[in-house]
Every structure is written in C-alpha cells, then in structure tokens.
C-alpha cells in the first residue's frame, strides 16, 4: 500500500516562492506517476503537473507551466512542486497523488487512487 504525505506548504507574498514535498512510502513509489493537484475554496480540484515514475517525462497545466517545476529523487522516494512568482489565486490546498503506471497518461484526477492528505497554501500581501 502506497502513503502520500505532503509539506511545504506556507503563506507567503505575491511573488514569492514555496516548494512542496510529496514524500512516498509503502510499496515501490518508483512504480508510480505523481500528479500534483489543488483545490481553492468553492472551486473544483485542479490538475497542475504530472510527473512519470522515472522523471523522464513531466507536464503542466496551463495556468502553472512557466511558473511551476516537478521533480522528484527516487532514491529519497520523495516528490517536489517548485512554486515560482505565486500570485493570489495560487492560494489552495495543494495535494499529491499517485497512480501505477510509468507514464502520466491521461492524469486527470479520477485517474488517481492514492492521495496525500494536503498542504495549504497561501498568497497574501
């Protein structure tokens, strides 16, 4: 069974920066693609970036590609979203989650099973 914890989350200034973690325990993270998603209050979730289980292959959602960088460190079994030039309605509670499979293919959310149980963030002046 595959757990997902999240950290990194923070408040911080229009502008300013945060990295999330995503660490992965149980069995075989490395079998796994990790999508990052968030969900701001009284709006539906939101898929941000995909990541295949060698890192070899990443991708973002428009609202985030330029801004936001995925990576992750097998060897740590931990996953990171890189947060750049944060903006107001960045503001939400980011999540992590995984699905088996090498690649990202189709990583809507419904498409994964396992979830972290989230980190807040937040951007205000």
């Known amino acids: 069974q595959l757990q997902l914890v999240e950290s990194g989350g923070g408040v911080v200034h229009p502008g300013g920066s945060l990295r999330l973690s995503c660490e992965a325990s149980g069995r075989r993270p490395d079998a796994y693609s990790i999508g990052w998603f968030r969900q701001a209050p009284g709006k539906e979730r939101e898929g941000l970036s995909c990541?295949?289980?060698?890192?070899?292959?990443?991708h973002y959602s428009d609202s985030v590609r330029g801004r936001f960088t995925v990576s992750r460190d097998n060897a740590k079994n931990t996953i990171y979203l890189q947060m750049n030039d944060l903006q107001s309605e960045d503001t939400a509670v980011y999540y992590c989650?995984?699905?088996?499979?090498?690649?990202?293919?189709?990583?809507?959310?419904?498409?994964?099973?396992?979830w972290g149980q989230g980190t807040q963030a937040t951007v205000s002046s």
């Open positions: 989650a995984a699905k088996l499979g090498i690649l990202c293919l189709n990583w809507d959310a419904p498409n994964f099973h396992v």
């Open positions: 990541i295949s289980s060698d890192g070899g292959r990443s």
